[in-house]
């Protein structure tokens, strides 16, 4: 199971995860950082704490991938989330420099 709170402010829209990131969880997961419920655009910033999360799944790592690429910043986590982290950074293409 996994759980997320959210916390939301004008700029910035934090989701804290705690358990296990895996199907089908991973789906709720995205569906919840890109919702945007008032026709708005979300935030400037999402950010995602994962310190409480004590597994990831392949289908919770492509998760964190996506939205990696969509421009998410992660904070929290062990040793074997920090790691999972970096492997997905390093296939996260690099920003066009134009």
């Known amino acids: 199971?996994?759980?997320?709170?959210?916390?939301?402010?004008?700029?910035?829209?934090?989701l804290v995860l705690e358990g296990k990131l895996i199907a089908?969880?991973?789906s709720e997961l995205i569906k919840t950082a890109c919702e945007d419920p008032e026709n708005?655009?979300?935030c400037n910033r999402l950010?995602?704490?994962?310190?409480?999360?004590?597994?990831?799944?392949?289908?919770?790592e492509e998760a964190l991938h996506f939205l990696m690429v969509k421009g998410a910043q992660f904070r929290?986590?062990?040793v074997?989330?920090?790691q999972v982290l970096e492997q997905l950074a390093q296939r996260v293409p690099p920003e066009d420099s134009n």
């Not at 950010?47 to 919770?60: A, C, E, R, Y």
């Open 40 to 42: 708005h655009p979300v």
């Open 24 to 26: 089908p969880w991973t």
């Open 47 to 60: 950010l995602i704490d994962l310190s409480g999360v004590t597994d990831i799944s392949l289908d919770g």
């Open 76 to 78: 929290g986590g062990g």
């Open 1 to 14: 199971m996994l759980r997320i709170s959210i916390r939301e402010s004008k700029t910035e829209r934090l």
């Open 80 to 82: 074997f989330v920090k």
